[in-house]
């Protein structure tokens, strides 16, 4: 493994209540990612980080907020759950001097109802 | 954005035999990963590709990069039960944020071997 924990690995919860994701990582990476994974459309880039406090959105932002308040942590939040966010969300990591592949943790499967 | 043509979208195999999948892309990409996912996990990488022309082993896997960039191919030798899973390839681009990089997947590969 890369040093990637992502809490929870599943959760359940209503349509309308707030989630948060989180990936903690022990690499000491500076860049971090998330990603949705859904059946017909592979793995979308959600949002990324490449420092503390610097997000930037990716391709599926609408609907997610991030925050990163220090290196090894980057939190993923549903400010309002919606059905159409039920998925396998993914963190990734990569480090900094040129073009580092991305390393990918287990995943949190989150369900929404 | 960039999309990514990956195929074949399944294949079931004998045991023994090789397996070759591609992908390819609209779009010129500065690398090329290989990864690999089984149920209930992340993708784990298998290869990685920097520079177009690059041709690039792991044990029974080679994978080569494109010299147009724009496609890579992945090849197994000899398959073996435990290959079983899906094989995702990834372009990677500069992004937009101070050195990131971004990833565009391809929809995946899955991959069922006979014994």
């Known amino acids: 493994d890369a040093g990637i924990t992502q809490s929870p690995r599943h959760k359940v919860t209503e349509t309308g209540t707030p989630v948060t994701l989180r990936c903690h990582q022990t690499?000491?990476?500076?860049?971090m990612y998330w990603y949705r994974q859904d059946p017909g459309h592979g793995l979308r880039l959600i949002h990324y980080?490449?420092?503390?406090?610097?997000?930037d959105k990716g391709e599926v932002s609408d609907g997610y907020s991030v925050s990163r308040s220090k290196t090894e942590d980057f939190l993923l939040t549903l400010e309002s759950a919606t059905s159409s966010q039920t998925s396998v969300y993914f963190c990734?990591?990569?480090?900094?001097?040129?073009?580092?592949?991305?390393?990918f943790g287990d995943g949190t499967r989150l369900s929404i109802l | 954005g960039q999309q990514l043509n990956q195929s074949p979208q399944s294949m079931f195999i004998q045991e023994g035999e090789d397996v070759s999948m591609n992908c390819t892309s609209s779009?010129?990409?500065?690398?090329w990963l290989w990864y690999k996912q089984d149920p209930g996990e992340g993708p784990v990488l298998l290869i990685a590709?920097?520079?177009?022309?690059e041709l690039t082993s792991n044990g029974r896997l080679t994978a080569q990069f494109g010299i147009t960039r724009k496609d890579s191919f992945l090849n197994i030798s000899a398959s073996i039960p435990s290959d079983v899973g899906i094989y995702f390839c990834?372009?990677?681009?500069?992004?937009?944020?101070?050195?990131?990089?971004?990833?565009?997947f391809g929809k995946g590969t899955k991959l069922s071997v006979i014994p």
């Open positions: 990734a990591i990569s480090g900094t001097g040129g073009n580092q592949p991305q390393h």
């Open positions: 990834a372009g990677q681009l500069m992004g937009s944020g101070a050195g990131s990089y971004q990833l565009t």
């Open positions: 590709l920097y520079k177009a022309g």
């Open positions: 980080s490449y420092g503390v406090k610097d997000t």
């Open positions: 779009s010129i990409f500065n690398t």
């Open positions: 690499e000491n990476h500076r860049y």
